[in-house]
């Protein structure tokens, strides 16, 4: 008796979001009609792909472990972009605007351009940029870049139910992605995209961030909201089919588990492997659950990932092969 | 660490409340709404002084406060919240939102019917349950709503309404909603609490006797209706189990009491009886409410019964079985808890249209006249409105849409502008809470209909209940997603079915018999023990809902 | 398909007589209808009602429990494909293997004194190695036996990583009260080891080289007295052993196939680090893996302690006072709630202000801070009363302690309740104006 097993078939699929456009290598993410990673089953036009994270300012509270990598070219953007994406092989690059926040500095929309300029200029892939978070600051130095850098196709990081308009239109009017962020929340994340499109914005412009909840610490949140975001779009929801991006470096090197050294802790082994694993394991269960993008902060995270990914796909981006 | 000392110290302050002068002494660290509380100074705090409401702003006229409590400065004057700020060294503050103090509200919509003929579900004979004596006895209705009192005096003899009278809930100085009084009575202010709405009962009783007759003592019975935690604080029951989990009330069901125990009116062995609840949260209003619309005696099809009060109540079912649940709504739909709402009275506007064309906003106002604030209808038909415009979006925000002569701007935030002379506005916030109370009542029904695994298309006829007066614009209510959409003849509106419930029970000792027989056949769900409550709260927590498909049938 | 409680209601004697402990008929239906009754309880149940909720009861995957005593793991039972769909029950059991052909036998029982000690709390678990993987030492029957042994004597769950029929017999036979688990090497023939479980009524790992044959072994075995098994499908790299797993999964769940509904076993060599991640997400039951250190358990466990976490009952932390940062007698003193959620953003934003401080966890049975002030978990009393429990108070010098902003109501009741000079201070509502309030409030009052 042999068995019979079906693939399963989705009425709905993801949308396809190009990022990056102009003087960017254009990458496309989404597009899959199954559960995330079921090649066996299902077409995957584009696979995950993966960013490293660069800073504007020097990192004032980054461990040694993920500074080390970076040795010379903290806060210098342009110069670790180009480390990134030559020799660490990132797909993309996050420039984390983190010293335009009031409390790191107060850096200026108009310095955060200059900024943005020579992370452009020095590497030809697309560029998510993080602003400094919710409140008047980030729309400021995100629509000064939007504005400044129109057509070049950045993910803008992000705008959310409460401040969502501001954005929204400057993606519309300068051609950029908009990262649509939710509370670790199915119906919010919905919500978000919905009152994006009720402004016009086309959802194919759209990346869902549904917060990342590090391992052990909210992991198993996210990884279940993002597995109904991903259900609810195979389910035809148009609403809920944007690609997903994930910010798991900032959420893993700041947790007790990668913070406490070996000799505090014999039981838990090496410390910079522990910190990895935990980086690898947080961004390997989102990719499960549905991440299209995951950014991360230490190159030998991405290099173990990318080795998974690129034999999962090896047959090519399509690996209907059953 | 230099001047620890001054932390530490619990100095004593003296802290006077303008424009009323009353003064007290108060411990560093007490805050200010304690201290109003503590000098009377009638201060409100619907939230229970969780910095919810913001009715308690006051502007400090002298002294120093924290500067991380101050909202808003004006004129070199720091607003604060005065449940938010703690007392620091000697202050003069003033409050400023004005405080709505329980007033009596008098109305003759029902004076002269007969509640056998209008309101019974099944024909019941005329049968009190107590002695007449005279063609003049009287019996009185009462339901005690967590924001609303309302009362019916009815002639015995012939079941005809002689007066009627509604007053807001005076324990509202504790908090708006039941925890917050629960709370207020576990801390030793259950005294108080009865002494308070017992005596606002009297008043309404005097108030309607003389409207109907002089003689206060011609009362012959009382029969009350209300949620378990209002009739435990008339009762002077501490109520403190109702919160626990799960809910362990002292009692679900009370033997009658003599009125002259609550010091009301009647002589000698005049008995007051109370509806029987269910459970710690859906309490003999509801049971009152379900009766009235004749759950017991329907025979097919599944009606949906909502109370659209504080506490919201929905149940669903027929004659084998029902299934209730309560939910907090909060004040909204009775015109409390948003800054310009008020009861559906004289002057409240109640209806609203815009014409897209023109850009303009057309007010319906309770007898005419001058806008003097918002009701519950009125709060329903301008959201609906403003989202049918544009003007608002799907979480209650202002848009660009909305025309400049409309935009108002101030300390509070965005508003539409709805008059120009005296301040009457609806603010975002207002709309918030509002959707947060149309969330609250939809995911209770979802929640409800769900469990028992049926659609809003098998529901034969929905009854929705609630203070709204007369009126209640349906189609307004599921356009924001308040209701399930459905076809206008399935929908029935009842003024107060708790009350209405109450009043046939006064008039017939069958219907109370028969709501005592059907009580066993009542399931109650507690929603904060259903997981997938959140999730219904969170998706119908937007205009009109997340899910649009699931308002319909 | 499943009956919806009013489905059932209808067919139950709707006398409300309350004999089940429930209020009403419909109240039991529902909980019927949820699975978390039995319908046992109705006194009055017809034959006909009995028969119609039977059939749908049966579980899909078999619980399977190796070792004996304390230790002994249960894996299988799963009913889902999604754990926010129900959850999953029985968490992936993370067994260490030992390769004897390396070790002395000295080695190897310092090991296991050490591995069968291990013991590591967090968020109320308590996070240990299930079990031990015994690889058969060439050559020696006896050694194999003895070693079996060592790690029964320990309590802990075998299983026996068999190459030779007489090997493991030996083994089976020395522990044979101790539930082991037999695993066969891939590629023998199976049917002695399926004699040999069959005979002493042991648990069984069913290999093959596709799911078919998977499948129609584990059928066979049935059919040869073999009633506890757990399958181990082909997985040569990452995506194979995904396909596998999701197929094996999905397929138990359908019932498309007798021999599938069985637990999963997963073998991983040294450095696999991503296959344990894989198998950990995706339905493996029980996974043997060689040589892997503190570094990689660590995110193991908490990996499985997240997925295996019921989405409908969140995480409750465990009562007590954290550091954040490396906190003086000086450094603020914060509490809220055990609720997780709750936790993991407070301590989160905390962290991310850069001040060191101490948060206190009360227990307020996992709610969430609003959800349990109102329930009473959360009044000034009950916070007073914990702060002691936990030696909050005697961490700083300063008496200060910061409550949620929400919950401002208790501070004078936990003022009094604290007494000895005790203030409370309401902070911000949010914890992501935990910043600000030390910046605007916090840092000004100690520095006068």
Redesign the interface.
Known sequence: MSLKLQPKKWPGKIREVTLGAGNRQPRTVGGGNGLPLHTFEADFPHRPVLALEVTDINPPRWLDIVREPWEGLLGKPADAARKAAEQYGADLIMLNLMGTHPDRGGRSPDQAAIDVEAVLDAVRVPLIVKGPGAGAKQNDVLARVAEKYHGEGLVLHSACQEDYKTLAAVTVAYGHVLVSESPIDLNIAKQVDILLSDVNINLDRVLIDPLTGGLGYGLEYTYSVMERIRLAALGGDQMLNSPMICLVGEEVWKVKEVKVSERQEPRWGDQETRGINWEVATAWSLIEAGAEVVVLRHPDSLARVRKILDAWFAEGASNNTR | MISKHTVLTAQKHRIIFSPSGRSIVVTEGTSILEAARLASEPLPAECGGRGACGKCLALVLEGDVPEYRVIHRKEGLSEILACQTTVRGPLTVHALVESELPKLISCDQSIGMAPLEAWAPWPLKLDPPAHINSSEDLGVAVDIGTTTVRLLLIRLVDGVIVGEASAYNPQISWGADVISRIIAAEKGRLDDLAELIRRAISAMILETTTQATDDADLIRAYVVAGNLTMIHLLLGIDPSGIRRVPSEPAALAFEPVDASSLGWPGRGGVMVHTIPAIGGWVGGDIVSGILRIGLPRQSDGISLYVDLGTNGEIAVGGADFAMACACSAGPAFEGSGIRCGMRADQGAIDGAVIDMEKGTLELSIISGGAARGICGSGLISLADALFRAGWIDRIGHFTDKLPDPYRLDDKHGRALRLSQKKKIALWERDLAGLIRAKAAIFSGIRTLLDSLGIGAGDISRLVVSGNFGRFLNLPAAAGIGLLPDLPPEKYVYVDNGSLEGAALALLSKDFMLELESYLRKITYMNLSEVPSYMDEFVSASFLPHTYPEKLKG | MAL????I?KLLP?T?CRDCGY?????FA?KL?AGQVSLDKCPTASEDIKATLGAASAPPIRGVTIGKGERAITVGEETVY???DKTFVRPTGLFRMIDPNRLSDGEIEKHLDDWAT?G?E??GELFRVDGIAMIEPAGSRERYARLAEAISRRGMPVALMASTIDGVRSAVEKIKDQRPLIVPSPGVDQSPFVALAAEFKLPLVITGKD??DV??TA?DAAKHGVTDMLLEPPAK???EL??NL??LR??ALDR??PG?GYPIFLRVAAGE??KV??GI??FASLVAMENA????????W??R???Y?D??KP?QIDPSVHSIGEPDE?APLLVTTNF??TY?IVS?EL??T?VPSRLAVVDA?GMSVL?AW????FSGEKVAKELRRLGATEHV????VIIP?????I???L?DALGD?W??L?GP?EASDL???F???WQ?????
């Open positions: 919806t409680g009013l489905q209601f709707g409300n209020t009403t008929c419909l109240a529902m209808a999604f754990r926010h291990i590591i967090r968020a799911l078919d499948a129609a059928v790299d990452a995506r995904h396909q999701s197929r999905r397929g498309i196939h599938l680090f991503d991640v894989i997400t995706k250190a503190g570094e990689a358990w660590l995110p193991y908490t990996l302690q997240n997925i976490t989405p409908q995480l000086n997780s959620l993991f989160t962290d991310g850069g049975e959800t109102s329930a009473g978990k010098k300063h008496k200060t902003g929400y919950v401002s109501v501070s004078g009741e003022e000079g203030r409370v309401t509502q910043n600000a309030f910046r605007d409030v000004p009052m100690m520095n006068g």
